[in-house]
């Protein structure tokens, strides 16, 4: 591989959604999701917020990336929470010393809240049918 090919890569998971993440050294900072700019894909721009708040952190000594993630599964929100796991992972895998400013801003955990299964007889996975005493 040759030194501009270089990257890192990191994996965020957040309910059903998975990014794969890859932070490539470049001049200015640009994030594409899918093949789409981040503006284009996530157009809410607290979900925009959501995935660059990772590169907002303070004393972690974060240069600029050309970040590239592809990102399957679950609704937009989980999309953007996987893809902020992905990049902060991967921030960490290059240096160890990102790893105690990211994880004091919680940038590091993984969400393991998901949906909980429907059980039988129920109509969801609590919800039971009104009870009737005749």
Known sequence: MAAKDTYVEGIGRRKTSTARVR????????????????????????HQK????VLD???AGIEHYMITAKVV???????????RLGIARALVK???????????????????????RKKFGLRKARKRPAWSKR
């Open 50 to 53: 959501d995935v660059q708040s």
């Open 57 to 59: 952190t303070p004393d």
């Open 94 to 116: 290059e240096k160890a010393e990102r790893r105690s400013p990211l994880k004091l801003l919680g940038f590091l955990k993984r969400d393991p809240r998901s949906v909980e």
């Open 73 to 83: 599964g679950g609704g937009i929100s989980s999309q953007a929470e996987a893809i």
């Open 23 to 46: 932070l490539t050294p470049a001049a200015k900072t640009e994030i594409t999701v899918n093949g789409k700019p981040l503006a284009e894909y996530f157009g809410n721009l607290s």
